[in-house]
C-alpha cells in the first residue's frame, strides 16, 4: 500500500443526506445551503462577513479587484506578496494589472515583516500574507506593518481553515481573509472558497461582483411575486464566482468535524516532531509559531538532500510533495529572481510529509524511519 502526501476524508452519508436535501427541494444553485453555510461559517469563525465562493482563487482575485477599485489604486500598483506559495496568491495580483513585488520568508516559510518592510515603496498599497501550512508566522507583526504604513493586508487562509491563535479564529484584521475548501484541503468540497470582508460595503460590492454584476436589489425592492425579475440592473461587469449548494451541502458537513480532524493532524505532527527529535543534524520540521494552534495543513521538514530523499521515498511508496516551489523561477515572476534568497534556498530543502486523517502511528512511523534512512 502506497503512502500518499493527501487523502480527503468525507462523512459520505452526511453528505449525501444534505445533498438529497438541496435535490428533492430541487435547489442546487445559489441560495439556500449557500447561505446556510456562510451563516454556519461565520458563527464558527467570529467573521461578520462570509461570502462563499467556488474557488479561493476566485476570493482572492476579487479581494484585490474590491480593495483596488475603493481605494483607486492605479495599474501598476505594487503588492508585496510571497515566492512560496501556489500560484493562485499571486495570479490574483496580475489579474488586475497591479505588480507583485516580492519579499523574502522567515524560518516558518512566511513573509518575513523585516524583508517586508524593505520592499515597500511609494507605490506599495497592499500586502498578501500567505499561512503557511496552517500557521501563522509573524503574521501579526505584518498587521502592525500595514497599520504603520497604511496598506491593505490581504490573508490567504487557504490553509488555515481551523488555526486559532489565544483561542480566536486568526484573519479579522485583514480587510479579506480567504479560504479554500479546494479537494485536498482541511475542510474539503468538491472546489469552493470563503472570502470574509471587514467591512460590509466589500462584502456587498462581492456580491454582485460573484454574479455577473447584477444587482440583486432591484427586483428585492419590487413587491411584486416575480413577474419583473428579469428585469434587474448591472452595477459591474461581474464575474461567474459564486458557490452552489450543492457544494455547500458538503462544507456544512465537514465544518462540523473540522476541529477534530485538525487535533488528528497536529497529533501526527507531533508523532513525527517526536520521532526526528534525535536527528537535529539532518531533519529539521519547519516550526510553528508560539502560541498558534495550527490546523497543521501541512508538515514540512527542511534536509539537505530533498531531491534524493523524495526519490528514495518514492521507491518505497511514499510520496511527498514540495509547498512551494520558489514562483520567481516560472518565467512571468522571474523578474524577482535573487530577491528573496532564503525563499530561494529553502525552496530547494523542503519537503511536504504525508498529512491526512487516514494515516495511522504505525504510517506516521513507518514514514519518518525511511526518512530518517535517507536523509544526509
Ligand atoms: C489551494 C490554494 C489556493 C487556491 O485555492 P483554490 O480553492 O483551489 O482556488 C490559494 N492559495 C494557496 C496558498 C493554496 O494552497
Known sequence: ???????????????????????????????????????KWKEYTGFNNAHFLNSATAGLHLAVKILKMQNKWQDGDEIISTPITF?????????ENLRVVFADVDKYLCLDPIDVERKITKKTRAVVFVGLGGNIGQYFKIVDICRKYNLKLILDASHMTGTRFKGNIVGKEAEAAVFS???????????????????????????ELTWLGINKDTFART?????????????????????????????????KYVDIDNAYRRQIASWYDENFRNFKDKIHPVP??????????????????????????????????????????????????????MAHRLSQRILSLPMHLRLTYNDVNYVSEKVIEYAK
Open 1 to 39: 500500500m502506497s503512502i500518499q502526501l493527501f487523502s480527503p476524508v468525507f462523512r459520505v452519508n452526511e453528505c449525501l443526506d444534505e445533498i438529497r436535501i438541496c435535490l428533492e427541494k430541487g435547489w442546487t444553485g445559489l441560495g439556500f445551503k449557500t447561505n446556510e453555510f456562510e451563516e
Open 288 to 341: 510553528v509559531t508560539e502560541g498558534c494552534e495550527s490546523s497543521r495543513h501541512l508538515y514540512i521538514i527542511e534536509v539537505n538532500n530533498r531531491d534524493e530523499l523524495l526519490e528514495e521515498l518514492n521507491k518505497n511508496d511514499i510520496f511527498p510533495g514540495v509547498h512551494y516551489r520558489d514562483n520567481t523561477e516560472y518565467k512571468m515572476y522571474s523578474y524577482g529572481q535573487g530577491t528573496c534568497p
Open 87 to 95: 500560484v493562485s496568491t499571486n495570479h490574483s495580483i496580475l489579474y
Open 223 to 255: 413587491d411584486d411575486k416575480g413577474t419583473y425579475k428579469w428585469k434587474y440592473d448591472l452595477d459591474y461587469l461581474g464575474y461567474k464566482y459564486h458557490g452552489n449548494s450543492i457544494i455547500a451541502s458538503i462544507g456544512i458537513v465537514q465544518l
Open 181 to 207: 475548501f479546494q479537494a485536498v484541503k482541511n475542510l474539503p468540497t468538491g472546489d469552493s472558497g470563503m472570502i470574509c470582508f471587514k467591512d460590509k460595503e466589500n462584502d456587498v460590492i462581492c456580491r
